[in-house]
């Protein structure tokens, strides 16, 4: 069983303009608020993407482990129950064998 974790990393710079008069001020910080909203929903949508691949890959593990089991299980039932039915066999046999042997 193989695991790994991806780490990525990433860098953005902001511009940060020299606001004279309150507008201008009032609109460099409404301009950051949605820059900021904007790299919260990159990020955001980033780890909803991993945590798909990571489940995606943990369901397809699941399933391989879930068949692997049934092929040990069918081979165990196999197994068990063929043994068990040469064994009631040999006891019918040697039964068979006492009674003839007891009645000639």
Avoid: W
């Avoid at 068990?80 to 064998?97: A, C, D, H």
């Amino acid at each position: 069983m193989k695991a790994e974790i991806g780490i990525s990393a990433s860098g953005s710079g902001r511009v940060k303009r020299r606001a004279i008069t309150l507008e201008e001020r009032v609109e460099e910080l409404e301009r950051q608020v949605d820059e900021a909203y904007k790299e919260m929903h990159q990020r955001e949508e980033a780890v909803k993407s991993l945590v798909s691949d990571v489940k995606n890959e943990l369901l397809s593990k699941i399933a391989e482990n879930q068949a692997g089991i049934r092929g040990v299980e069918g081979k165990l039932d196999n197994t068990t129950l063929g043994g068990l039915k040469q064994q009631v066999f040999g006891v019918l046999i040697v039964i068979y064998g006492a009674l003839l042997g007891h009645i000639s």
